[in-house]
């Protein structure tokens, strides 16, 4: 699994986060996790298998926004258990 880290220029309210996620979804696999904030101008994307970034970045410019870093590394799931070591 991968989490990607999009840094978004542009985004200033919720309806702005929902345009840059939507536009990330239609380009990623349907299982993948989206979310995004205005308040620090961050676009995260969990996913399996190696991320498009490039399509990422073109999804994000045609909603009007602009990525102006990207980063992408491993992401470990974190385990829910009632017994902890």
Do not use: W
Not at 10 to 17: F, I, R
Not at 40 to 47: I, K, Q, R, S
């Amino acid at each position: 699994m991968n989490k990607v880290t999009l840094t978004v220029d542009g985004m200033m309210c919720g309806m702005c986060e929902a345009h840059v996620c939507d536009a990330i979804r239609k380009v990623c696999d349907e299982k993948a996790k989206v979310s995004a904030s205005h308040v620090t101008g961050l676009a995260e994307v969990l996913l399996d298998g190696q991320p498009d970034v490039a399509r990422m970045k073109a999804a994000v410019k045609e909603t009007g926004y602009e990525v102006t870093d990207v980063k992408v590394e491993p992401y470990k799931k974190k385990g829910f258990s009632l017994f902890r070591r």
